[in-house]
């Protein structure tokens, strides 16, 4: 395995969840290892629908054994009902990650497309086209939802370093201002303790 | 037990997730058996949270025992960030149902509100107060949202008889109609035959 990390990314849907899997080693290279939709029938009831879907994403998870879990982020601009229900399947998996202790990421439609085609502008197909070409594939996986799935996992794999490189650099800037802020109170204290010592100065008066 | 429904009304939320147990007696007696809150911290990351409240939320189940699980159904015309996590939270615990085979109902905070005080646009006030009133209990439940969980309880245990008679209603309605369709299409197929045996009449020319 070496510094191989394993990324599912998933597209949540009731109708058509889209599942992608994507190894990702040394600078960008990524591989697709699997692609697919779990899919739940449209009469069926909500709860057996959710059921539906996060057995079958839990079967992805205990075949593939991925070590992060990527999920594009709901937003509720778009149609009430369906916004519902997305939200719904995205939390179901996030519960079947974090129950697997896995490591949840969550990412924007926007920053899925920019990290792959370099626009957080590019429209569906522009995607697809792109993804197919990053992974070296011979056809377009499809449905839609199936090539958003590997678009998020390789998004998470080349978004994941930088984010951790951004995380270690606020850190290293919060313990730079925790320090200065320390040096700060410090010099302060002595100051008020030289100004105490010296009688007959600094002190109140009414 | 006899003819005795236990209900668990929950009003999901990620920070508070309101939950409620109520014994459905007949006629429109209600008894309240538990009130409660599940809670996760605000600092904790999402996946985590959802798996903090879903551990409580069926642990409720596992001692409680209800036959069917009431859930508030989530609107997107509020705060976005907050309505993500509630359906996610909704999600988990209709799937938390469907696992162990229970009724899942979702009811609209207008339809608890119209089903406990006669009025769809009571205030939260207004509803615990009358949630208080309908269960005797000898004091206001706290917070706000497990006084909730207890109305979408007794929402629930009011409006299901309703509900089944109306779904009976219209069963009988498809029937008759089914078979007023399939009588209309015998007479026209006799008629036709009729006209088919009288030589001479009823062919089409050019």
């Known amino acids: 395995m070496g510094g191989v990390v394993r990324v599912l990314g998933v597209d949540p849907g009731l109708t058509r969840c889209g599942l992608g899997v994507v190894d990702g080693g040394k600078g960008r290279s990524v591989t697709s290892v699997a692609v697919g939709v779990a899919r739940s029938p449209q009469e069926d009831e909500l709860a057996s629908r959710l059921l539906t879907v996060s057995t079958e994403v839990e079967r992805w998870m205990d075949v593939h054994r991925p070590q992060v879990v990527a999920i594009e982020r709901v937003f509720s601009q778009h149609n009430v009902r369906t916004v519902m229900g997305t939200a719904q399947v995205s939390g ?82 919060a313990e730079l201002a925790r320090n200065h802020r320390a040096k700060l109170k410090e010099a302060q204290r002595k100051q008020g303790a030289d100004t105490n010592a010296a009688p007959g100065t600094g002190g109140r008066t009414r």
Chains 1, 2 share one sequence.
């Open 92 to 173: 179901v998996v996030a519960l079947a990650a974090a129950r697997r202790g896995l490591t949840v990421a969550f990412h924007t439609p926007s920053e899925v497309k920019a990290a792959i085609s370099g626009s957080g502008r590019a429209d569906k197909k522009q995607v697809t086209a792109m993804i197919t070409k990053i992974l070296g594939l011979t056809e377009a996986p499809k449905p839609a939802d199936a090539a958003d799935a590997l678009a998020l996992a390789v998004c998470h794999l080349w978004r994941a370093p930088m984010m951790d490189r951004l995380a270690q650099a606020e850190a290293r800037a």
